[in-house]
């Protein structure tokens, strides 16, 4: 089905130094990577959560001790009409669902809480869009730092 099973990073002597593997669920959304540092023997978990076809949380691990959290929260009355997910999370860099599927509403709040349960980063994200529904921008604002930066989609 042509998703991404594993990826390997290495140097330019090609000594593997990181390997990743991905787990899919039978929808196709990403559910688990495991990412093992093969310089360090530490192994990262990262596990998936889903609500209503949208990613709804992200928690790290490293060895097994929790490092973050990231949670999301969607617009469910606004799809999501690009075949890669425009939030940076998974699809950026790899179109036609090759990390699973996209996430079916767009964003409209993403956070991180520590393990000592402090939020660490909090954006929110508004959008407008062209007469067929496609995104034209999208601001994203800092909910910490009180700063926004604006990001703007041209299509063929």
Same mark, same amino acid.
């Given at each position: ?8 990073? =290495?140097?330019?002597?090609? %000594? ?18 495991? &990412?093992?540092?093969?310089? %360090? ?17 992200? $928690? ?13 929260? /969607?617009? $469910?009355?606004? &799809? ?18 090759? =990390? ?6 767009? =964003?409209?709040?993403? /956070? ?22 496609? #995104?034209?921008? &999208? #601001?994203?604002?800092?909910?910490? /730092?009180?700063?926004? #930066?604006? &990001? ?5």
């Amino acid at each position: 089905d042509g998703r991404i099973l594993t990826n390997k990073i =290495m140097d330019m002597e090609g %000594t593997v130094f990181s390997l990743s593997t991905y787990t899919y669920g039978p929808d196709g959304q990403i559910m688990k990577q495991v &990412r093992q540092n093969l310089k %360090t023997q530490d192994v990262f978990d990262f596990v998936y959560n889903y609500q209503d076809g949208d990613i709804e949380s992200v $928690s790290i691990s490293r060895n097994g001790e929790i490092l973050d959290k990231f949670g999301y929260i /969607y617009d $469910s009355s606004t &799809r999501n009409q690009f075949n890669v997910d425009i939030d940076n999370l998974l699809n950026d860099y790899f179109s036609n669902e090759r =990390m699973g599927k996209a996430n079916t509403h767009l =964003m409209n709040k993403a /956070y991180r809480v520590n393990p000592a349960g402090d939020t660490t980063n909090l954006t929110f994200f508004t959008y407008t869009f062209d007469a067929d529904g496609y #995104v034209m921008t &999208r #601001v994203d604002k800092d909910g910490l /730092y009180d700063y926004s #930066v604006e &990001r703007h989609f041209f299509y063929e």
